[in-house]
């Protein structure tokens, strides 16, 4: 079980939290211009990658905001938690 | 005789207490500070139990949470236990244990005819024989679990109390050993919070049996000194009799300490056991070693035990397992025992498989008058329920064969000594990578993955000096990563009689030959598996360890292989011809030993297993016999019976007074969020299918909201208080998942939005009054106008209602004229019983769920999550009234167009009456288009919705029907689960006030 390190409250027990998935997906920003193909790709198709990781996580039972995590699959180790907005973390940060 | 098998003197048990306990219904006489196990070899009574699959005689293996066979069923009632190791029990007054799986006596067992029967009970046997028909598996099951169970649970409810307490500290340190004691030593000193757990009831470890010196003086005494040190620190806390059982990432570790289980009363104010879950900056592992057990002929008998075991039998509890004793070890180690034995008047023999003995070694055993036989093996043993008799015969460990004579000895105890292996389990769980150590041969820590420091035996090192300046040396350094000033470095000579220093697997002791004639070589005793099994899976492909074990079950006991692994994959490497380290090992999972259930649940039972959420009307529906129903953790009155009514009654009552007069309903556990903002408009209209950039200041509307996939997720009325400033309103069970999906994405899409949400579900109290009546009883109440042209319908207004201030909703889910009420919740009673009092004389009726869901079947009313399951459109629904054309965007919109949800002959919600006029269908049931004898027939839908309905007299059912709209008045069939056939015809989903008059009054 992770201790996350919210941005906003600082590290917190897992239980506290919830996982959202992966982060950094757009919604698109005309979806009546999208095709099928690139809708159904924001709607169902996500990474399941073996290292690092990016995903939303919400602090449920703390300050109840939604911020993203930089995770290494493989160890589970959380490299980075940052705020919604905030620019993704690049390779050469780990 | 009581007692016989206890030495004069000695041990570290109080003698002036005596204690008296039951095993198997006989009663025995033990002293304070014994195991149940001491106490019954102190009584000589050494067959304790019947193996899991032959039923053999088994006796006491071992001294300590590794015991394999030693498990009984402990205490009475709704306080027994199963699966408890006689070895970890502490005896106290009146303490009641029995052997398991035996019937009809441990003595006297009908199922050891299975021992006879082995030949047909071999690894696998179970997956051979029971694989097929798969009908079949119940009708063995039900017998097996008979003649194999281990102890039984309790059918009573267990009257104890069970505590978690979660701990933060610098250092936890798993193990009371010097090790782990000097390791807290040092943190302790150089000022770190430090968590200390031991699973023993006596801090020291397993050097409190042996004799041992530091710096050439008394160790026992040394030891005493320590933990009386550490008792006086502040920063240092002591956890005696808990099992540290799961350690996860990040440093989590759980732990299971036995607060009063050995105890003879409850306590008023003690729970019985505390789970500890603790996270801490380090770990450090000081677990010690087990010994493992040697693999030879017809090993498992009663009399045959760990020569640790019989060590801290002798030294710890004062007893003297057996008279004429023979050990049976591959290292020097052992021979402490040995010695000790002889010392304490035992006949001593010596069986070795090493021809290399330690000369000083075979001088001691020559000046005791000890007979040592070297390069030999026990190569059988025999006595039914002791062992009585072994066969010694001379072994060349190379060729793994037998020579020379075979001598005959008399015992009544074998002391076997196979070398140690160190307790990884924990260090496994915590991800920790193996090493295979070709000198112990054995498994030993190599690759550290947390923040932990493994020490002592735990790390494989069994040098008692190297160990206490390394545990103490790593202490020190802990407190030093963790910013502390550190204390000074202390060196210590500390010196055992004999070290443990090396010793080999003997995969399976000699026999080659002896394998299959009818002697059995043990290596799992819980399990009963034997190197014939291992032999057996390989040859039959089952050659991957995982696969080794499933289907051997090697390890797989409540012990989990604890004594086992290690011969078992020294066993399979030895038939392979490979390295141990190729074999590789399984994977070893929490917890640790076994643990209750009741110390994981801890308080969360009963009515704390899940919050329940009451309204500020639940007292008076107590009061007023309402019968309550669940609705997500909302208790709501069902229905509100009254004298001799049952439900049919009882809602055919309220729903005439809904139709006729006058109902009310405790519709306070609606979800209520408050919208405020800027942007709330503009939220709006992408949160909701349909458009509310024109809905006025003190209007309501209705709302549908779709996930992105198109899907309808919740629905309700959203009420425009203000400019920017709206009231929300959503189902009972949504609530949350509304507001989690609100806040997603205001957070995380639209971080430009300024919208405020606020939940006040809980801050106002809602009663909701309908029938044509409540107009006129209402308005006698309040001072809002309250006429049709003032007040009309999907509108809002604020008033006084019995002098409360309060917001009166014209909105309807009966379709009678109906208002919902919003007082304060600390007003809601209130209000409630003058609604009441003042309501008489329209007959006002309380209502419940059951009444609110037929009132609104029959006007056709969706209930999402019933109606709808997350597999419908508002189209589906034939809701395209509210998905508007000319919104660019909203949550969902673009998956309207998808092929899927455009297909033709998807299922459309329709009515359902079916032609009997009386059979109410039940909810669920499939409907088809001509029912056959059998499946599989053609599926149209099912029905969502169904009841009686009171207005009308007849049943009325909703349901999804493929191309549904297009088959009005078409006949269906639903077969029902009692072989009957209903005819039904697909009619429209409105079947009261179609004009939708009556809410418009
Ligand atoms: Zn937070």
């Not at chain 2, 003698?15 to 219904?25: D, H, M, Q, T, Y």
């Not at chain 2, 281990?150 to 340190?173: M, V, W």
């Not at chain 2, 599926?939 to 088959?967: D, E, F, Q, W």
Request: hydrophobic share 35%; with cysteine.
């Amino acid at each position: 079980m992770f201790v996350i390190n919210c941005p906003y409250c600082g590290e917190r027990d897992q239980t506290e939290f919830s996982c959202h998935g992966e982060a950094h997906i757009a919604r698109p920003d005309n979806p009546a211009e999208v095709s099928d193909q690139e809708w159904g790709e924001y709607l169902f198709f996500r990474n399941n990658p073996k290292g690092i990781h990016f995903e939303r996580w919400t602090h449920d039972h703390g300050c109840r905001r939604w911020f993203n995590v930089m995770r290494d699959t493989v160890s589970d180790k959380i490299i980075k938690t940052y705020k919604m907005g905030d620019q993704k973390p690049g390779v050469t940060d780990v | 005789m009581s007692n016989q098998n206890r030495t004069m003197y000695g041990g570290r048990i109080d003698r002036g207490k005596v204690i008296n306990f039951v095993f198997n219904g006989k009663k025995y006489k033990g002293f304070h500070g014994d195991t149940l196990a001491s106490a019954l070899l102190a009584n000589d009574v050494h067959l304790v139990g019947r193996s899991f699959k032959y039923h053999r005689a088994r006796g006491i293996l071992t001294a300590g949470s590794e015991e394999p066979n030693a498990i009984v069923q402990l205490g009475l009632g709704a306080r027994t236990e199963p699966n408890m190791r006689a070895t970890e029990i502490e005896l106290y007054e009146g303490l009641e244990a029995a052997s398991q799986n035996c019937w009809p006596s441990v003595n006297y067992d009908i199922g050891s005819l299975n021992n006879v029967l082995s030949s047909i009970f071999p690894a696998g046997f179970y997956y051979k024989t029971f694989k097929w028909p798969p009908s079949l598996w119940l009708f063995y099951e039900h017998f097996i679990r008979k003649a194999a169970g281990l102890g039984h649970s309790p059918t009573a409810k267990n009257p104890d109390r069970y505590e978690q307490k979660f701990y933060y500290c610098d250092l936890t340190i798993v193990g009371g050993g010097i090790s782990g004691l000097l390791s807290a030593l040092a943190a302790g000193r150089s000022g770190c919070s430090v968590l200390l757990i031991d699973e023993n009831p006596e801090l020291g470890g397993y050097l409190l049996d042996y004799n041992f010196s530091i710096n050439e003086k008394d160790g026992i005494k040394w030891i005493k000194n320590i933990v009386d040190e550490l008792y006086s620190m502040d920063n240092v806390r002591i956890l005696k009799r808990t099992t540290a059982m799961g350690y996860y990432d990040y440093n989590y570790l759980t732990a299971l300490e036995k607060v009063t289980n050995h105890c003879d009363q409850l306590s008023k104010t003690l729970p019985r056991e505390r789970y500890w879950r603790v996270r801490s900056k380090k770990i450090v592992l000081a677990q010690g070693a087990f010994e493992r057990p040697l693999v030879f002929a017809d090993n498992d008998r009663p009399g045959i035990m760990m020569a640790s075991a019989g060590k801290k039998y002798l030294s710890r509890y004062g007893v003297l397992p057996g008279k004429s004793v023979v050990l049976f070890t591959n290292n020097d180690h052992a021979y402490q025992t040995a010695f000790e034995f002889n010392d304490k008047g035992a006949k001593l023999s010596v069986v070795d498989t090493r021809d290399n003995i330690d000369s000083r070694i075979q001088k001691k055993c020559e000046d005791l008058g000890i007979k040592l036989y070297s390069s030999s093996s026990i190569i059988s043993t025999s006595g039914n329920k002791k062992v009585n008799q072994i066969e010694v015969q001379k072994v060349d460990r190379k060729q793994n064969e037998l020579s020379g004579e075979c001598i005959t000895l008399d015992t009544d105890c074998i002391l076997m000594s196979g070398g140690w292996n160190p307790a990884v389990q924990l260090f496994s769980q915590s991800r920790g990578k193996l090493r295979y150590d070709n000198v112990l041969n054995t498994f030993v820590p190599d690759k550290l993955i947390q923040d932990q420091i493994i020490i002592g035996c735990n790390n494989g090192c069994f040098d008692l000096s190297k160990n206490l300046n390394h545990s103490y040396q790593e202490g020190l350094n802990a407190a030093k990563d963790l910013n502390y000033e550190i204390a000074d470095s202390i060196n210590w000579t500390g010196e055992e009689e004999i070290s443990f220093t090396e010793s080999s697997v003997e995969p399976y002791m000699l026999g080659k030959k002896k394998v299959t004639k009818g002697s059995k070589h043990f290596i799992d005793f819980q399990n009963d598996v034997t190197a014939a099994d291992i032999f057996l899976a390989q040859r039959e492909g089952y050659i991957s360890v995982e696969h080794t074990k499933r289907y051997t079950t090697t390890g797989m006991g409540t012990d989990q292989g604890k004594t086992s692994n290690v011969n078992a994959l020294a066993l399979m490497s030895h038939i392979h011809d490979k390295p141990v380290d190729e074999i590789g090992h399984t994977t070893f999972r929490p917890p640790f030993s076994p643990q209750t259930f009741g110390a994981i649940a801890g308080r969360s039972v009963d009515h704390l297993f899940d919050p329940e959420r009451r309204t500020s009307i639940h007292k008076w529906h107590e009061e007023n016999k309402a019968v309550f129903e669940d609705v997500g953790q909302w208790k709501r009155p069902y229905y509100f019976p009254k004298k001799k009514e049952n439900i049919h009654d009882a809602v055919k009552r309220e729903c005439l007074a809904v139709r006729n007069s006058l109902g009310m309903l405790d519709a306070s556990t609606l979800g209520k969020i408050d919208l405020r903002g800027p942007d709330t408009t503009k939220f709006l209209n992408m949160i909701y299918t349909n458009a509310w950039s024109k809905l006025e200041i003190g209007s309501c509307r209705y709302g549908l909201m779709c996930n992105e996939h198109g899907m309808i997720f919740d629905d309700g009325v959203t009420t425009r208080l203000g400019e920017d400033h709206y009231h929300m309103t959503t189902t009972t069970g949504g609530a949350a998942r509304v507001m989690s999906w609100l806040e997603e994405f205001l957070q995380t899409e639209w971080l430009d939005m300024e919208v405020f949400c606020t939940s006040v579900t809980e801050q106002w109290t809602v009663l909701s009054i309908s029938g044509p009546n409540s107009r006129k009883f209402l308005q006698e109440l309040t001072d809002i106008d309250l006429s049709k042209e003032n007040f009309p319908f999907m509108k809002f207004r604020e008033g006084k209602v019995c002098g409360i201030d309060s917001r009166v909703f014209r909105i309807s889910f009966t379709g009678e004229l109906s208002f919902e009420v919003n007082v304060p919740s600390r007003y809601g009673r209130f209000v409630w019983e003058q609604f009441m009092q003042h309501g008489k004389k329209y007959n006002i009726t309380p209502y419940g769920t059951e009444t609110m869901h037929v009132l609104r079947a029959e006007k056709g009313f969706i209930i999402v999550g019933q109606d709808t399951d997350g597999s419908v459109t508002p189209m589906d629904m034939n809701m395209d009234w509210i998905v508007s054309k000319k919104k660019q965007d909203f949550l969902g919109k673009r998956s309207f167009t998808r092929p899927d949800t455009l297909r033709s002959d998807r299922k459309k919600f329709v009515g359902l009456l079916v032609n009997d006029k009386k059979t109410v269908l039940p909810e669920g049931s499939h409907i088809v288009e001509k029912a056959l004898k059998q499946p599989p027939m053609k599926m149209l839908g099912h029905v969502t919705s169904s009841y009686y309905s009171p207005i009308l007299g007849h049943p009325i059912a909703l349901a999804m029907v493929k191309n549904g709209t297009n088959r009005l008045g078409e006949k269906v069939e639903i077969p029902l689960m009692n072989g009957k056939v209903i005819e039904a015809t697909i009619a429209d989903t409105v079947f009261y006030d179609k004009e939708g008059n009556k809410n418009n009054e």
